[in-house]
């Protein structure tokens, strides 16, 4: 069972260059987040998806398109990376019933993106 | 007030002693409430739930008070490998959590 799968793990991107980050879970969760981490700053939400076929704006969403391909996969994408976009982004499910709000998220592994 | 906070750190302690971390959360609506670990370089993972009643895990005990917006973690007989940084987190809307900015753990011998 590999829980949340996010690739690539490790990228460096020039300024104004494009790449999509993958996700993939298979627990059958429902929701999926995409999250940023900075020192100083903790996590904070970029997108997510409470469901298959909706997507909503977290707290950052500048800068950022997302796309919930099915029940499993939730991708990010920069269309036009920029040096504030260099952090650590963690891709994260949960399923949402009544018992299971005493369940957090499941998270990947991360990636680390550096923007130069 | 920030959605959640929690203790600035790191704290810094002997193996054997007790550690309490706590956090305050400004949405009184909120529902679902939990402690996670992170360590170095990887990726959140959930410690515990926090239970209205309050709940103990082995070493590890939390409360809640939802009167005063207040969650708390204690930490028995530290181990080294209990050295990590611990978020507070907390359900923003139905389905999303808000995540504390973490107080960070070290155990020495």
């Known amino acids: 069972n590999a829980g949340v799968t996010q690739t690539p793990k490790f990228q460096v991107l020039k300024t104004g260059q494009s790449m999509t980050l993958q996700c993939a879970q298979d627990m059958n969760h429902n929701s999926m987040y995409w999250y940023r981490q900075d020192p100083g700053m903790g996590l904070r939400l970029i997108y997510y998806?409470?469901?298959?076929?909706?997507?909503d704006k977290g707290e950052v969403p500048n800068g950022y398109n997302v796309s919930r391909l099915n029940k499993r996969e939730f991708s990010l994408r920069l269309e036009s990376a920029a040096p504030s976009q260099t952090s650590v982004y963690f891709c994260a499910s949960r399923t949402l019933t009544g018992e299971t709000l005493n369940y957090g998220y499941t998270f990947g592994s991360g990636t680390r993106l550096t923007v130069v | 007030r920030k959605e959640v906070e929690q203790d600035p750190g790191p704290f810094n302690v002997p193996e054997g002693a007790t550690v309490a971390f706590n956090c305050t959360y400004s949405n009184s609506a909120s529902q679902s409430f939990f402690w996670y670990r992170q360590d170095c370089r990887k990726e959140p993972k959930l410690l515990m739930s926090?239970?209205?009643s309050g709940n103990e895990d082995g070493r590890f005990t939390a409360q809640l008070n939802r009167a005063s917006q207040y969650i708390s973690l204690l930490i028995r007989d530290s181990k080294l490998s209990d050295s990590a940084t611990y978020l507070c987190?907390?359900?923003?809307?139905?389905?999303?959590?808000?995540f504390g900015k973490g107080t960070m753990l070290l155990v020495s011998p």
């Open positions: 987190v907390v359900n923003g809307g139905y389905s999303t959590l808000t």
């Open positions: 926090v239970y209205s």
């Open positions: 998806s409470a469901s298959e076929g909706t997507t």
